[in-house]
């Protein structure tokens, strides 16, 4: 089993800066990929960034460039740096950490976290 404990969200205005922390806990040597997903109020759930053990990182063309997603593998700990935040980026957001053993592979969440972006 795997924990995520996430942190860091809150209100901020257009243009702002947040930071999001996720720490991992329990086999944490079985996670492979960590990453940041979001939801806002009648959407699906979609993909905000993702990281390897490798450091090879993924964004989709909404956040690329303002979002950036980093690991500290010592610490077991995701971060996601928002810049340029715009009040569409309001959503509740998810940490991920996606696990792989010989047999099977897994997907842990975290409890989420509020990122409410005012204009």
């Known amino acids: 089993q795997v924990q995520l404990v996430e942190s860091g969200g809150g209100l901020v205005q257009a243009g702002g800066s947040l930071r999001l922390s996720c720490a991992a806990s329990?086999?944490?040597?079985?996670?492979?990929?960590m990453g940041w997903y979001r939801q806002a109020p009648g959407k699906q759930r979609e993909l905000v960034a993702t990281i390897t053990t490798y450091g090879r990182t993924n964004y989709p063309d909404s956040v690329k460039g303002r979002f950036t997603i980093s690991r500290d593998n010592a610490k077991n700990t995701v971060y996601l740096q928002m810049n340029s935040l715009k009040p569409e980026d309001t959503a509740v957001y998810y940490c991920n950490a996606h696990a792989m053993t010989l047999t099977k592979e897994y997907d842990y969440w975290g409890q989420g976290t509020q990122v409410t972006v005012s204009s």
């Open positions: 329990g086999n944490t040597f079985i996670i492979n990929t």
